[in-house]
């Protein structure tokens, strides 16, 4: 224990032990003043000419701080200055025996009262007053001191030395007496203060024991209104069962269902198979694996009720106490009625697809029946320059007919396999100009691209290829065209056309050109937001280089020769 909280006990035993005996020391001190007053008009009334009558009197200054003594114990204000007020009082009287004793003489009537008074003085001291013993001590050793410097002051003890030791023995042993009752009285309260105190700590530790415990009782009755009243706001069919699959708690929305049903209400403490008989296997090994696991799981469950088939989606919670899985809590939400939603979804999403692939099929026909019918055209015309108009018409409309054959037979109605379907563009155009002695060769990565994406890119294709077949090669000269598609960086993907004829007068400018085949280039390249570089080759022959932005899928690389 520390200095400072040894202190405060020490304080804290102090006024426990004055304020527990202020009754004792009230009753003590008035019936002290009405025996010295009683005696006092005995003494008046039936000896009046007594010689010690006058000087007995004189000890009556005792009763004024006797009766003060009782007068502040009724005073509120003063209840927490006792303590010095009593020693202010005992040390006083120090003084009025001092003064008695210097102003008397061993040869005047009562003097032998003198000694008996300040022994009465000293043991009322020890007795009445509740101080602590070393105070006590103090003040009857100050006392004691006063007795003794008045007998030297008035020489009593040279006039008869053998009556001034008796005296002082009586005065001492008074002292002695008085010292050894305040020693064990307070020894005493001291073991009934520790006691008192530390059943008052345990009492109030009690107190604030069952005050928590109160306090946890309400917290965790509110706490499963709470819970019971938010599980019945709950929609939801909600049930617990323990490990004896016995249920714990059923909410009101299953409770009205086994109502209208016709199952038994009150099913807490029934086992699950009892009220559903029909429960499958697996239902019952999903709890089990909870209750070994403590993990969620989450499942779909068919209910048959009567005429009403539910389909409902099933979450199993464990719920633990100390560490341990000691009940499962089964949430069965009904999804009936989103269940038919996402079956009409789903429905209406094949319809869909079966309708778009239909329509590109059919756009892919219609764009074959133009083809056709320009070749007719191409038939019935002599005119040259119709027929290489009508004829680069043909190519640009077959590679975006070529688009919509790609669409309806993929399984992805919005997204193109740009490899396959330039592979294939390249194949028409060759057979196309099937005459010439040329060479093509492909080298293309695999990705998939919008539509968006796709048709700019094939008929730039087609442009660059039909120019390439025919201006790169004049008089039937034999060469080789190459495609290339790859990742030039990570978001970045690039269209290489290239080929070993001529090339490009040193005077060309990709930009100046004012042909429709480079205006559509350049329209397309735009359109994209990629960029496009032209350059002859060292060599000979001419490059183009297209950087667009497109999702390149790695899973194969299609090369041809």
């Known amino acids: 224990m520390g200095n400072r909280s040894k202190e405060g006990l020490n304080k804290e035993f102090r006024d426990y032990y004055l304020n527990s005996s202020l009754p004792r020391m009230r009753l003590g001190l008035l019936l ?9 008009l005995i003494n008046h009334f039936l000896f009046p000419d007594a010689p010690g009558q006058v000087y007995f009197l004189r000890f009556g200054i005792i009763v004024p701080f006797m009766l003060i003594s009782v007068l502040v114990m009724y005073i509120k204000a003063l209840r927490n200055h006792l303590h010095f007020i009593y020693i202010v009082l005992n040390f006083l009287i120090c003084i009025v025996i001092f003064l008695i004793g210097a102003t008397s003489s061993i040869g005047q009537n009562g003097y032998e009262y003198y000694f008996a008074w300040v022994m009465l003085v000293i043991i009322g001291l020890f007795i009445f007053y509740r101080l602590q013993f070393r105070t006590l001590l103090i003040i009857g050793g100050l006392q004691l001191l006063a007795y003794l410097l008045a007998t030297l002051v008035n020489g009593n003890y040279l006039a008869n030395p053998s009556l001034y030791i008796n005296n002082l023995f009586f005065v001492v042993s008074m002292f002695s007496l008085g ?3 305040t020693y064990i009285i307070e020894k005493l309260n001291w073991k009934n203060f520790l006691h008192q105190k530390a059943v008052s700590d345990n009492y109030k530790k009690l107190v604030l024991e069952m005050k928590e415990r109160k306090d946890v009782e309400a917290a965790l009755l509110q706490s499963e209104h709470l819970y019971q009243n938010t599980l019945n706001s709950i929609p939801d069919w909600i049930y617990v069962i323990d490990e004896e699959f016995r249920f714990v708690m059923f909410n009101s929305s299953l409770q009205e269902e086994h109502a209208r049903q016709g199952y038994p209400v009150n099913c807490v403490g029934k086992k699950i198979h009892q009220i559903y008989p029909f429960i499958s296997s697996e239902t019952l090994e999903e709890l089990k694996l909870v209750f070994r696991t403590g993990e969620i799981h989450l ?11 539910i389909y409902g989606e099933t979450r199993k919670v464990p719920i633990f106490k100390d560490k341990r899985v000691i009940q499962v809590m089964t949430i069965l939400r009904d999804r009936s009625k989103e269940k038919e939603v996402e079956e009409l979804k789903l429905k209406n999403a094949e319809q869909k697809e ?32 119709l027929l290489r108009i009508m004829k680069d018409i043909e190519l640009r409309i077959r590679s975006m007919a070529l ?57 730039i294709t087609n442009e660059l290829l039909t120019n390439a077949f025919k201006y790169a090669f004049p008089d039937q000269k034999e060469g080789e065209i190459q495609i290339i598609l790859c990742r030039a960086e990570k978001d970045q993907y690039c269209l290489k056309v290239t080929d070993n004829g001529i090339g ?36 000979g022959g001419t490059s183009f280089i297209i950087h667009f932005h497109g999702q390149i899928d790695e899973r194969s690389t299609i090369s041809t020769n």
């Open 32 to 40: 002290t003043c009405v025996l010295f007053l009683v005696f006092a």
């Open 179 to 181: 010292f050894f009752m």
């Open 299 to 309: 499942g779909e469950q068919k209910v048959d009720l009567g005429k009403k088939t």
């Open 354 to 385: 079966i309708m778009l692939r239909e329509i590109h099929h059919r756009v892919k026909n219609n764009l074959a029946i133009v083809i056709s019918l320009i070749n007719l055209q191409i038939q019935n015309n002599s005119d040259p320059d």
């Open 403 to 459: 688009i919509h054959e790609h669409l309806y037979k993929t399984e992805s109605l919005d997204r193109i396999p740009l490899a396959d379907y330039l592979q294939s563009l390249a194949t028409i155009i060759m057979g196309t100009f099937s005459g010439k002695h040329l060479h093509l060769t492909t080298h293309l990565e695999a990705t998939e691209v919008s539509i968006e994406t796709a048709l700019p890119l094939g008929l």
């Open 504 to 539: 490009l007068p040193g005077d060309f400018s990709f930009h100046t050109q004012t042909t429709l085949g480079m205006f559509i280039i350049r329209l397309l390249v735009e359109q994209l937001e990629g960029s496009i570089e032209v350059k002859n080759c060292e060599n």
